[in-house]
């Protein structure tokens, strides 16, 4: 699941920057905002994914492991720190 969720770790990882860099500079009334920006980015990414690597899931189906259950774990994941990182931006 680590080598999946690789393949848009930066893109992920620099969008979570971008919410917290938002949230720091509008505050927290911004929340709401931020939330729909990475929820529709997740969107885009899935998009992305599902339509241009598409190949590549052959490989884990061929370990086993169903589509949903990647998307599930890498979202999941990187929603926590995406959580984690606005929390300690706002308590500062």
Do not use: C, H, R
């Amino acid at each position: 699941m680590f080598t999946f969720y690789m393949s848009f770790f930066t893109t992920a990882f620099v969008l979570t920057l971008a919410s917290a860099y938002m949230l720091s500079k509008l505050g927290s009334g911004a929340f709401t905002l931020i939330f729909w920006f990475k929820m529709i980015t997740y969107g885009i990414i899935i998009y992305y994914i599902n339509n241009y690597k598409n190949k590549e899931f052959y490989y884990y189906q061929n370990l086993g492991i169903p589509k949903i259950t990647l998307w599930i774990s890498t979202i999941t994941f990187d929603f926590l720190l995406f959580a984690g990182i606005l929390i300690y931006i706002s308590s500062k």
